[in-house]
């Protein structure tokens, strides 16, 4: 799938939306990133500032430059560079069993 037929989806706006570009999604949102839609050379930059497959990244803000929190790091790029960056939104973890209070007047 190619940026503009993922750019009409909205992605951010549905949670079930598949994949769509980076520069759709709303700040404050995790994504993984599916797929770098651009040059070999340009692929190969943004997966050495993390911007890897299927790598978890949060999207800070999307004003004049997109602010991005990858592996702790906060970069910033430019829209057009975010347009080429295809992503899926994450779903909330479910807490685990180990994370739950105990209910303690079931025990005897």
């Known amino acids: 799938m190619n940026w503009n ?8 706006q549905q949670p079930q939306c598949e994949v769509c570009p980076l520069s759709r999604v709303q700040a404050g949102v995790s994504v993984r990133i599916k797929q770098l839609c ?5 692929q190969a930059r943004l ?3 993390g911007f890897c ?4 990244i ?13 592996c702790n790091a906060r970069l910033a790029i430019s829209e057009q560079l975010a347009r080429v960056i295809m992503v ?17 007047s079931n025990q005897r």
């Open 47 to 49: 997966r050495e500032l």
């Open 5 to 12: 037929q993922a750019d009409e989806s909205g992605c951010g």
């Open 88 to 104: 899926e939104p994450v779903l909330a973890r479910v807490r685990s069993d180990s994370s739950r209070p105990i209910n303690r």
């Open 58 to 70: 949060r999207l800070l803000t999307s004003q004049t430059s997109f602010i991005c929190q990858v």
């Open 38 to 42: 651009a040059s070999p050379e340009m």
């Open 53 to 56: 497959e299927d790598q978890i």
